[in-house]
């Protein structure tokens, strides 16, 4: 995937995590942050630099692209959130939630090798069974026609996704007033 599918599925973690509840963050701050988490797993390209393999169980879409990877680093996440005075349950349950986002989406891609879904139990690589994201090309080659048409395709096929995270929501100020408007006098 050209990265924009998980920017667009980051940017709507955002928004529901942020539904019905007060938090500190500005929502530019929550997006930046809830985007980053939901292309973290694609860090693993990092281990091409290294010798790492593709198809090695740490490789591309390997075991940074498991339920189980989620799991894991939602909890610790959840854990940690305390810490910036956010609540744990909320944010472990969106952390994995948005980090599975990553790899179920990857799975409906059309190209490369598929997901280590089941890692560390299985290596095996997963494709869904419909695959209607055309696959990136990785690193340098992305900046190409065939990367631009990969960025354009992914920009309208996640039309949905922009519109739930873009749509204006009533202010906290405009909340306030309609509630006091229902109030039976
Ligand atoms: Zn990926």
Known sequence: MASIGHIAAGMTGAR??????H???SIITSMAV?????LLPDA???????????????G????????FFSLVLGTLIGAAAPLFRLPAVRTGVCAVLVLSSHALLDTLTDGGLGCALLWPFKLKRYFAPWNPIPVAP??????????????LAEALLFLPFWFYAF????????????DDSDTPE
Do not use: C, E, K
């Not at 529901?16 to 509840?21: D, M, T």
């Not at 591309?60 to 339920?67: L, P």
């Not at 990785?138 to 960025?151: C, E, N, Q, T, Y």
């Open 44 to 58: 693993d390209v990092l281990g091409f630099r290294f010798g790492v393999r593709y198809a090695d169980p740490w």
């Open 16 to 21: 529901l995590y942020r539904a019905g509840q």
């Open 34 to 38: 809830w985007s980053f988490l939901s």
């Open 138 to 151: 990785i690193g340098r080659r992305f900046f190409s026609s065939a990367g631009l048409r990969v960025a």
């Open 23 to 25: 938090t500190r963050w």
């Open 167 to 178: 749509w204006p929501r009533p202010g906290r100020a405009a909340v306030t007033d309609r």
């Open 60 to 67: 591309h879409r390997g075991a940074t692209h498991s339920i």
